[in-house]
């Protein structure tokens, strides 16, 4: 299982292909800070829900400070397919080997509808302006996460 990641932490650097097949990286944001929510599967019902949060919180988000990026396992092409159905403005961020789930402490044993399994965690790490981890929550609920996030960050 990997390390999770705590506040103060650097964040760990990555590179990944957007939807669009782009390649998107943590120094892309460098100076403002960043949501890395990661979520197990494009257009299933959970992450549907949390990615049309994220979607319809990003204006005020963006306000604060932070921009937004989701991260799955999902080949780019279905990551188009989910952000045009949604309406995602937001970039998706395609890790198919899991490593940058991986450092970021995203992967491990977790357990659904009663069976437990090892794969992607859902999770949220916030990084700073400055590259270090504000605040890591894994196995978030998809419902009502952002809307929490939202007001730990105008907190802070």
């Known amino acids: 299982m990997a390390a999770k990641l ?3 932490d650097a964040a760990p650097a990555f590179s ?15 100076g403002r800070g960043v949501v890395v929510y990661f ?5 299933t019902p959970g992450c549907t829900t ?24 999902d080949q780019p092409e279905a990551l188009a397919r989910f952000a045009e159905d949604e309406q995602l403005t937001f970039p998706l961020l395609s890790d198919p080997d899991s490593a940058v789930a991986k450092a970021y402490g995203a992967w491990g044993e977790k357990e659904f509808n009663g069976q437990s399994s090892v ?15 504000r605040s890591a929550e894994y196995n978030v ?8 996030l939202r007001k730990e960050l105008a907190g802070s």
């Open 16 to 30: 990944l292909s957007d939807a669009e097949g782009r390649h998107i990286s943590l120094a892309d944001f460098s």
């Open 50 to 73: 949390e990615a049309c949060d994220f979607r319809d919180n990003l204006s005020a988000l963006q306000r604060d400070g932070y921009d937004v990026v989701g991260v799955s396992p």
């Open 6 to 8: 705590s506040p103060g």
């Open 141 to 148: 609920s998809a419902q009502g996460h952002v809307a929490r």
């Open 39 to 43: 979520y197990p599967k494009a257009a």
């Open 119 to 133: 794969g992607l965690i859902r999770s949220t790490v916030v990084v700073g302006a400055d590259g270090a981890v």
